[in-house]
């Protein structure tokens, strides 16, 4: 199980205050569990751990790679943004060697394109998969997103020519609504193997639909260990008590907020969680920063961001908090070797471990951080495998839930995305938008 410590905030705080903003968080919960609030058409999120176990959905996930395996693919390029990427990217980048590693049928290459207009990068991995036996999956919830039509559209082409009709088709699958939009109707049109995004369940919260779970589970990964660590989550989170993590977490979140700390810093130590640091900050900002209120989800990996953003963390403007994702026990030994003339000057380190380097700098940030009145929450898992990620997920999900309620907006909409489209839809001569 994942461990939260807040000790630091709480002193920060002072237990009255904090315990006001308990009271908060728990009625928040309750509006949440109830589906009472703002968004309730959007909870199908709250059970997808159970549920998802106790489907098909495993099995068919399950069919597709096997049937790409026989194909040979060795590369799958998946298609999507925001919701319908970050989780997918975080997991695999978490779970995957530091190091580039070719792709083979038993543990394809997962790339991931449609998350950005830049054709440089399309152009570059069309190059890329040249010499690469390719499968696609195309994910979006509303089927219209111009980022993934327009890579889709391209890659579909792509696809056709280099493999005929009949074999891309084998080599493409959608994962869209159940009824609406272009990608559905194309789909059914071009009879591609389909999974649905449950119309209860926001781009956001769908990492553990298909969208997260296929393109994870074709990199490799055990899916189903991820959705058991996310419904042992899920069995915590529900229980409505004061130390359950979820609500104390956004209790003290909301509370710091209230004292100032506009800013909240999702830190790592360690960099296969960078990604996991983008998802995060999708989460609470696409859920939170509404109405004018909200607080501003940052992310630093250290320790190479406290060359760059330690100076600003430690001394700017003191509107900062910060919460510490640590894994606690590395998966690999590299030990510290003395050195004859130490000329260097590090013997005092010979014979240690890298990790308890990086724990110590860890430590000592923390403390750092304290004194320069930057309050922080620290989570912790033992392991980074797919049982933690499949708890962290859940975990910040939840939490995010309740913490949008306690701020007091609906944390499953987005209406502000809408803006810039319709600006760029009016600039591109889109058909019903010059006006
Ligand atoms: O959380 C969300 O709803 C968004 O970030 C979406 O996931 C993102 O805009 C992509 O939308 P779609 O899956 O409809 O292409």
Known sequence: MISLNFK??????????YNAFLERSLKAF?????????GNDFLGWLNLPSDMLNSSILAEIEEVKERWYKMGVDTVVSIGIGGSYLGAAAAIKAL??????????????????GNNLSEDYLYELLEYIKEKNVGVVVISKSGTTTEPAVTFRILKSYMEQRYGLERAKELIVAIT?????ALKGLSEKMGYKTFVIPD???????VLTPVGLLPIALAGFDIKRMLEGAADMQRACAIREADNGAIQYAAVR???????????????????????????????????GKEGKGIFPAAVSNTTDLHSMGQFIQQAERNLMEVVLNVREAEHTVTIESSKDDSDG???LAGRRVEEVNANAFEGTLMAHVDGLVPNTVIEIDHLDEYSLGELFYFFEFACGVSGYLLGVNPFDQPGVEFYKKNMFKLLGKPGYQK
């Open 8 to 17: 630091a905030s709480l002193d920060f705080l002072g237990a009255p205050v």
């Open 30 to 38: 309750d509006t949440l569990v109830s589906g009472s609030g703002a």
């Open 96 to 113: 995957s060697p530091s190091f580039h590693k070719e792709g083979t049928p038993e543990e394809p290459e997962v790339l991931f394109a």
């Open 177 to 181: 609504d159940a009824r609406k939009g």
């Open 200 to 206: 209860n369940v926001g781009g956001r919260f769908s």
């Open 254 to 288: 909301n509370a710091l907020y209230s004292c100032g700390k506009k800013i909240e810093i999702l830190a790592n130590y360690n960099p296969k969680l960078q990604l996991f640091g983008e998802w995060w900050k999708q989460l609470y900002g696409e859920s939170e």
């Open 346 to 348: 590090l013997n005092y």
